[in-house]
């Protein structure tokens, strides 16, 4: 069937259409349709009934291109079959985390989901002065669960294997390859740079053999090392908040790959809303500061913790590494990995960094700040802890050290 997109004006019958909505829409002649897509791949929409406005749901379409480039940047639709198997994967084990798909349709690579009402995007709110108390403890645990439960410490090897295969984002971690870990360090095109950078800041990524020596380490990482099935893209623009509660959104980016690869994302976009956030000042930029380091500390440590208690409980049905003669191996080894996860951790986060600074799709927290030598503030702020988490990844001794830098 050939492609096309659906218009918002075809929404409604094509809802009407679906018995699944006739449970959500008490009637389909006062529908709104609102094309909301600030993302940079799809189309979504807002569909909400005038006459009942809680009859509401989310439909979420993907194009043959990438919408943020255009259609001179093909793109096949099968990151929607990807979508809509990583909803319905996480949401088994955070249903609390994770929106409900409602229908499903491989056709036209479009999903309808769960509308998410009281809750907003958490990179907007942050940037608004508004803090949310519970999202790092969320947070925390949609990365413990949905690591854990994908990892070969609670999966049978087959049952893994499967589970990969069905998770192959050829087009997707090809995207992440280039823009996180190649353009940025390669003066590529597709690179922009605020005027007011100085040069010699941007050398110090683009010909510095140790850096790029690390990135490369990291990319070969991300390529190769199928340990856990990743959101893949999870930074605070894939979260929605509200006063009590959590939802991760839009893992069209999801694949087997190194844990510390989701950790260290949104790490990286706490570390990014702080250096903009210190620059840009304002009654509320204190308390943002402080909530984003106390987000930073409490992802990684409830993370830690959770993904180790999940580990040790299953351990004590099935060993890793066997029966644990001495009683002291298995937690050896996962201290060993949990050192190793946070390692990656910081230096995914340094890659992160770099890359919303010098490469394509930049984030708001700095892009946002208008006069450019103040942004080159934030920008040099980001590129110089980015730095030090790509070098010094191996040795740093817990997140507090990292913090101790910001704030120096
Ligand atoms: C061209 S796609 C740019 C970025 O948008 C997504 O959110 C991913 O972060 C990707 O790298
Ligand atoms: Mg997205």
Known sequence: MEFSRLTEAAVPDYLQALPAMHARFSSFAALDVVEVGDGNLNYVYLVTNRLVPTETVVLKQAVPYLRVVGESWPLTRHRMNIEIAALRHFRSLCPEHVPEVLHADAERSLVIMQRLREHRILRGVLLEGQLFAHAAEHLATFMARSLFFSSDFYLSPQDKRQAQARFINVELCKITEDLIFTHPYDDSPTNSYNPALPRMVIDRFQRNPRVRAAVGELKFAFMTRAEALLHGDLHVGSVMVSAHETYVIDPEFAFYGPMGFDVGILLANFFLGWCGQSVRGGATAPAT????????????????????????????????IGRDLDGHSRAAFREAFMRRVFADSLGFAGCEMVRRVLGLAKVADIAGIAAPQARATAEMNALHLAERLLLERGTIGSIHEVLTWLQA
Not at 292 to 315: I, K, N, P, Y
């Open 289 to 320: 500061q402080r909530w984003l380091l106390d987000s930073a500390v409490q992802c990684w440590e409830g993370f830690a913790r959770q993904f180790t208690m999940l580990w040790e409980q299953h351990e004590a049905r099935d060993g890793f």
